[in-house]
């Protein structure tokens, strides 16, 4: 099932925007959205999202200054049906639910200040580049999608988001992937749980300290597809905070370098405190608001972040592209 927002009035008239099964589409003023409406002062910079399961569509306010209604009626939460109107600022849509026809974008979408309409085929392809910050990414049934024995179908979503180039678990070196795709690591925080550390050792995967006076906890380590590790990292670690992963072709020295560098931010009066970045809850607004300079500076090696949302069932993967970083979410359903 296709969800279809059809503008009825406000700035955007005549658009026609979908939200495909198994995806969440978050509407707004700014690129904290998944779709921006520049043009709609009235809206809020993160305002309205739009859930599909691919049996019920669902309208949920993020806690707008000048709220969300569904036929007239202020709400929260609230499951829609065909031919709900939908409005927000000054934004009016009609929803159509449509078992099969995908959406038309207008011409015009994503010029000026609106953000074109999310698209995306996968992390080392599909219609991405400067203007395109943020989508929402559903892999449909299917062989790629179950594709790793053993997991579920969410848990191989997230694996095929790491390692996109590979079907399933095969014989590899260390981290590695074909060439030009780059190294998947993950960064963990063993104050988070105290098993990480036994994990660590019991896998017998190389990994290095991210501080080497040992203030904090945290390791870097590039798990195998196929070992034990990664199976633990996936179905324990996963929507528990232990840290993030991301992909660079660069060394795991050199990623620990990097890194190293935003541990420790100072006061005013010049007392360093430790920034745990590494923390989901701390990246997953860290990243996406930084400006342009600073995300390529903290970007610097990696070519990707993926980290847990706020629910387990949810993925962001953060990349940098000219315009800032570009966040995309990741439906583990």
């Known amino acids: 099932m296709i969800v279809v927002l059809e503008a009825v009035s406000g700035p955007i008239t005549g658009r026609r925007i979908e939200v495909r099964a198994g995806s969440i589409l978050r509407f707004g003023r700014t690129t904290r959205s998944d779709y921006a409406i520049g043009e709609d002062s009235y809206l809020s910079s993160l305002h309205f999202a739009v859930e599909c399961d691919g049996v019920q569509a669902r309208v949920r306010d993020m806690g707008s200054s000048n709220g969300t209604f569904v036929n007239g009626s202020r709400i929260t939460e609230q499951l829609v049906q065909e031919g709900d109107s939908l409005a927000a600022g000054e934004s009016t849509f009609t929803i159509h639910l449509d078992a099969s026809t995908p959406a038309e974008v207008s011409a015009d979408a994503g010029r000026g200040n609106t953000a074109t309409t999310p698209m995306f085929t996968g992390p080392q392809g599909g219609p991405q580049g400067p203007g395109v910050q943020t989508a929402t990414v559903s892999l449909p049934g299917g062989s790629g999608a179950a594709a790793w024995p053993g997991y579920s179908?969410?848990?191989?979503?997230?694996?095929?988001?790491?390692?996109?180039?590979?079907?399933?678990?095969?014989p590899s070196v260390p981290g590695a992937l074909p060439a030009g795709a780059?190294?998947?690591y993950a960064v963990l925080d063993a104050v988070r749980d105290s098993r990480i550390q036994a994990f660590?050792?019991?896998?017998?995967?190389?990994?290095?300290?991210?501080?080497?006076?040992?203030?904090?906890?945290?390791?870097?380590?590039?798990?195998?597809?196929?070992?034990?590790?990664?199976?633990?990292?996936?179905?324990?670690?996963?929507?528990?905070?232990?840290?993030?992963?991301?992909?660079?072709?660069?060394?795991?020295?050199?990623?620990?370098?990097?890194?190293?560098?935003?541990?420790?931010?100072?006061?005013?009066?010049?007392?360093?405190?430790?920034?745990?970045f590494w923390d989901p809850r701390v990246l997953?607004?860290?990243?996406?608001?930084?400006?342009?300079?600073?995300?390529?500076?903290?970007?610097?090696?990696?070519?990707?972040?993926?980290?847990?949302?706020?629910?387990?069932e949810v993925a962001l993967e953060l990349a940098l592209t000219p315009r800032g970083p570009r966040q995309q979410t990741l439906m583990l359903v």
């Open 182 to 184: 780059g190294t998947v």
């Open 200 to 276: 660590l050792d019991a896998s017998g995967e190389r990994y290095l300290a991210l501080d080497p006076s040992a203030r904090v906890q945290v390791y870097v380590v590039a798990p195998t597809p196929q070992g034990r590790l990664l199976d633990v990292l996936i179905k324990d670690g996963w929507g528990h905070g232990w840290g993030f992963f991301c992909v660079s072709s660069f060394a795991m020295e050199e990623i620990c370098t990097h890194l190293r560098n935003y541990m420790t931010l100072y006061t005013g009066a010049g007392r360093p405190l430790t920034f745990r």
């Open 153 to 170: 179908r969410g848990q191989s979503i997230l694996l095929r988001a790491l390692y996109p180039s590979l079907p399933g678990p095969s």
């Open 284 to 312: 997953r607004v860290l990243a996406p608001a930084l400006p342009p300079e600073e995300a390529a500076d903290f970007f610097g090696p990696l070519a990707r972040i993926l980290v847990e949302g706020e629910k387990p």
